[in-house]
C-alpha cells in the first residue's frame, strides 16, 4: 500500500468554510490572543487602578471568549466543515488532535480564569453591567491553585495556536495546496490559466 498523494489541480479552488464559520474563527482568533496578550501584559504591572481596570477587561474578554467558543462549537456541530485536504494521514490525525484540543481550551481557559476570580473573592460583573455567579466559594488556597492552572492551560492554549498557524503556513508556503484560503475572511484570487 502506497502513500502517495493525489495533487490539487493547478486551478482547482479548495472547498471554504462557510461566512459564519470563518466570522466565527477570526473574531475568537483575534480574542484569544488580545486576551493572552493582555494577560501577559498585566500580570507584571504594580497594584494600582490601572491594573485593576485592566483584569477587569481580560476578565471580560474571557466570558466573551467562552460565548464566542459556545456559538463556534454549536455551528461546528450544526455545519458540516468541508472535506479535509489531501495529506499524509499522521499529518491530519494531528491536525485533528489539535483542533480538538483547541475546543477543549477554549472553554477550560476562560472557565478555570472564572473559577479563580470566585476563589479569590473577586466577582465578575461583565462589562461593568451583568453580575455572574461565583461557581466556586471564597478560598484563598483554592485560588492560587486555579491561578496556576489557568496560567498553565493559557500556555498551553498560546502554543497551540502556534502550532496551529505554523502548520497553516507550512500549507500555504510549502505545500501551496490552498489551505489557508479555505478560512480566509478574503476571497481568494483566481488563478488565472495563462
Given at each position: ?12 479552488k479548495p472547498p471554504r468554510y462557510s461566512a ?175
Open positions: 500500500m502506497h502513500n502517495k498523494l493525489t495533487p490539487i489541480a493547478a486551478n482547482a459564519v464559520a470563518i466570522a466565527l474563527h477570526w473574531l475568537l482568533a483575534i480574542a484569544i490572543i488580545g486576551a493572552l496578550g493582555l494577560g501577559l501584559y498585566m500580570s507584571d504591572l504594580p497594584f494600582s487602578p490601572s491594573r485593576l481596570k485592566l483584569y477587569n477587561w481580560h476578565k471580560w474578554a474571557g466570558v466573551s471568549i467562552l460565548l464566542l467558543s459556545a456559538l463556534r462549537l454549536l455551528w461546528r456541530l450544526t455545519h458540516r466543515p468541508p472535506a479535509d485536504l489531501p495529506m499524509p494521514a499522521l499529518q491530519a490525525r494531528a491536525a485533528h488532535v489539535t483542533h480538538g484540543l483547541l475546543y477543549i481550551l477554549f472553554f477550560a481557559v476562560p472557565l478555570v480564569g472564572w473559577a479563580y476570580s470566585s476563589a479569590a473573592g473577586f466577582p465578575i460583573v461583565w462589562f461593568g453591567v451583568l453580575p455572574l455567579p461565583d461557581f466556586v466559594p471564597v478560598d484563598k488556597a483554592l485560588a492560587a491553585s486555579l491561578k496556576l492552572a489557568h496560567k498553565v492551560l493559557a500556555y498551553g492554549l498560546a502554543a497551540l495556536i502556534l502550532a496551529h498557524l505554523g502548520a497553516a503556513l507550512k500549507h500555504h508556503f510549502i505545500d501551496r495546496d490552498g489551505l489557508l484560503d479555505r478560512m480566509s475572511p478574503f476571497k481568494p484570487k483566481s488563478k488565472s490559466t495563462s
